[in-house]
């Protein structure tokens, strides 16, 4: 599956466009971690705990959007988009949202 942020893929022609796809994960963020972040708030510095919940979601939203344009036929995604937002009480949980483009090239 070829995936792109891109409205074309460079070097393919679009034969067929299958539809609009997307993935979305919510996951919540323990208190160990919100801990940690709130002293690397205080210190300065990066949270690699948030990070790799972040790129856990992340990937998950994009598994889900590739496999519902692999379930249309699509053989590749353009033009995707990602969102990053903190949702539930005082921003507890997070979400990420993908969206594209299935289409046969």
């Not at 919510?26 to 801990?35: C, E, L, P, R, V």
């Not at 690397?40 to 979601?57: H, N």
Request: no cysteine.
């Amino acid at each position: 599956m070829l995936l792109t942020t891109t409205p074309q893929i460079d070097g393919y022609t679009i034969r067929e466009y299958r539809g609009v796809v997307t993935g979305e994960t919510i996951i919540g963020a323990n208190i160990f971690k919100d801990f940690m972040a709130g002293l690397r708030d205080i210190v300065g510095g990066r949270s690699a705990s948030y990070e790799k919940v972040l790129r856990e979601a992340k990937d998950t939203s994009m598994m889900e959007m590739i496999e519902r344009a692999q379930a249309m036929g699509a053989n590749a995604i353009v033009g995707i988009d990602i969102d990053y937002e903190t949702i539930g009480e005082a921003g507890s949980m997070l979400m990420v949202a993908t969206s594209g483009t299935a289409v046969v090239i």
